[in-house]
C-alpha cells in the first residue's frame, strides 16, 4: 500500500508505517496547489494542515482513504471524497491536553499583557506602571463555548486557577453540567454577559460560522479576555477589530480565517497582530501530542490494513435510508452470496450495506444486507428453495433518534 504523507510528522510515524510494509513517501513541501500533481497512485494521504482540496482527490489514482493527523477535518474536501468513496478519518482528543494548556497560557497571558511588555522589554522600555494593571483570575467567570474533550480540560485547569466556569454546549446537560462542576448557559450571548473571560473550542462547521460574532461581541464585558484556539472561522475578524477598539477587548488567538498553511509564510493581517497576543496555529504542537498523533496515525493505517475500513471515520453516514433488513443463513460456499445479490438487482432492489459472519469450522455464515424497499415474495420464495440456504427472514427497519 503507497502512503504519501504531505506533512512534517513524528518520524515514529514513518517507522511504524514501514514495519507494516507501507510504501511511504514524505513530501513536507507539498501544498494544496502542487498536491494534485504529487498524490499520483498513492492509497493513503496523510495530512496536517495541507488543504486536500477537490483537484487532489479527482487526480488521484487509487486514492482509498485520507487521514488527519489532528481533529479538525475542515481543510479536507469531504463532498469530494464522498463522491468518490474515500475513507476520512481523524485522531480527535490527542491534542486535547495541548490545546488546554494554550488556551491557559493566553489566559494569563492576555490579563498580564506578557507579550506586549516583553515587546516593549526587548525595545529597552521599561512600563512598570502601564502593565503593572492586571485583574487577575482567581474568582472570575470563565465562560467556555463548546464542552467537548478540549473544553473539559479547560475548565479543570481553570478550576485549579480557583476560576468560576460557565458553559454553552448544544450536548451539555444539567447532570453533566453538576458532574463537572460547571453552569450550563441558556445560548451564547447570555454566557458574553456573564463572563470576564471566554475561550473557544467548538468544530468548525456551517452552524457555527462567525459564532462569535458583533452580537456576540457587543454583549462581553468591557476590558473582558477572548481566546480562540479552535479554528479561525469560527470567530469573526472584522467584528472582532472593531471590538477590540470599542471594548478594549483582550485577545489571545492561535488561530486566524485564512491563515497560511504550512510552517513558513507571510502573516498579512497586522492589524490584528498589533493588538493581540497570537501564536501561529501550534496548539497542537507539543512532542505529547505529537507522539499520540503518531501513534493513532498507525492504528488507522493497520486497521484498514487489516479489515479494509478504518476507525474514526467522519464521513460515513450516520443513518441508512435503508428500509427492509433481510437476514440471510446460508452454507459458506462459493457464488450463495453473489446469487442472492443477483436475484435483488432482477428485483431493483438496492444494497444499502451487508455483512457476512463465518461461524467456526467455516461450514455456515449469516448475511445481513439492508435493502431500500422489499423484495417480492417471488424472490424470497427462490432464495429459499436454494439448496445452498438455510433460512431468509425479512423484516422492516424502524430507526430510533436522530
Known amino acids: 500500500m503507497k502512503v504519501l504523507i504531505a506533512d512534517k ?8 508505517l514501514k514495519k507494516l510494509g507501507m ?11 502542487n498536491l494534485p500533481q504529487a498524490v499520483g497512485d498513492s492509497d493513503t494521504l496523510i495530512v496536517r494542515s495541507t488543504k486536500v482540496t477537490a483537484k487532489t482527490i479527482e487526480a488521484a489514482n487509487n486514492l482509498s482513504l485520507i487521514i488527519r493527523a489532528g481533529a479538525g477535518v475542515n481543510t479536507i474536501d469531504l463532498a469530494a471524497a464522498n463522491a468518490r468513496g474515500i475513507y476520512v478519518s481523524n485522531c480527535p482528543g490527542k491534542n486535547t491536553e495541548a ?23 526587548r525595545n529597552g522600555f521599561w512600563k512598570k506602571k502601564e502593565y503593572g494593571k492586571a485583574r487577575g483570575l482567581k474568582g472570575r467567570v470563565l465562560g467556555i463555548i463548546g464542552f467537548g474533550a478540549i473544553g473539559k480540560a479547560v475548565a479543570k485547569r481553570a478550576q485549579s486557577l480557583e476560576m468560576k466556569v460557565l458553559v ?12 463537572f462542576g460547571v ?26 460560522h462567525h459564532l462569535i460574532n458583533k452580537v456576540f461581541l457587543d454583549a462581553m464585558k468591557n476590558g ?10 469560527v470567530v469573526d475578524t472584522s467584528a472582532l477589530k472593531e471590538a477590540i477598539k470599542t471594548k478594549k477587548l483582550r485577545v489571545g488567538l ?16 497586522k492589524e490584528l497582530a498589533e493588538v493581540i497576543t497570537g501564536t501561529p496555529h501550534i496548539g497542537a504542537s507539543t512532542d505529547q501530542a505529537s507522539e499520540a498523533i503518531a501513534d493513532e496515525v498507525v492504528q488507522i493505517v493497520k486497521s484498514f490494513q487489516e479489515t479494509g475500513v478504518p476507525f474514526n471515520t467522519v464521513n460515513i453516514r450516520a443513518r441508512s435510508s435503508a428500509t427492509q433488513s433481510l437476514v440471510v443463513r446460508h452454507y459458506n460456499r462459493v ?46 420464495s427462490q432464495m429459499q428453495k436454494d439448496e445452498n440456504i438455510i433460512e431468509v427472514a425479512l423484516k422492516p427497519l424502524t430507526f430510533t433518534g436522530s
Not at 99 to 121: K, M, P, S, Y
Open 224 to 233: 473582558s479576555i477572548l481566546v480562540n484556539t479552535s479554528r479561525g472561522e
Open 168 to 179: 454553552w454546549s448544544r450536548s451539555l446537560t444539567k447532570e453533566n453540567a453538576e458532574q
Open 23 to 33: 510504501d511511504i513517501s514524505v513530501d513536507t513541501e507539498l501544498t494544496a496547489e
Open 335 to 380: 457464488g450463495v452470496l453473489a446469487g442472492i445479490l443477483d436475484k435483488l438487482r432482477s428485483n431493483g432492489i438496492n444494497v444499502e450495506e451487508m455483512t457476512n459472519i463465518i461461524f467456526e469450522t467455516s461450514k455456515a455464515a449469516c448475511c445481513t444486507l439492508l435493502l431500500d424497499d422489499a423484495p417480492s415474495s417471488d424472490v424470497l
Open 183 to 208: 453552569i450550563s448557559a441558556p445560548d451564547p450571548v447570555t454566557l458574553a454577559q456573564q463572563s470576564d473571560a471566554i475561550s473557544v473550542h467548538v468544530a468548525y462547521k456551517p452552524e457555527t
Open 254 to 269: 492561535d488561530v486566524f480565517e485564512d491563515e497560511p498553511a504550512g510552517g513558513e509564510a507571510s502573516f498579512g493581517d
Open 99 to 121: 490545546v488546554a494548556e494554550l488556551a491557559i497560557g493566553f489566559l494569563i497571558a492576555a490579563d498580564r499583557q506578557i507579550a506586549n511588555a516583553t515587546i516593549d522589554l
Open 9 to 16: 510528522l513524528s518520524d515514529k510515524t514513518v517507522s511504524a
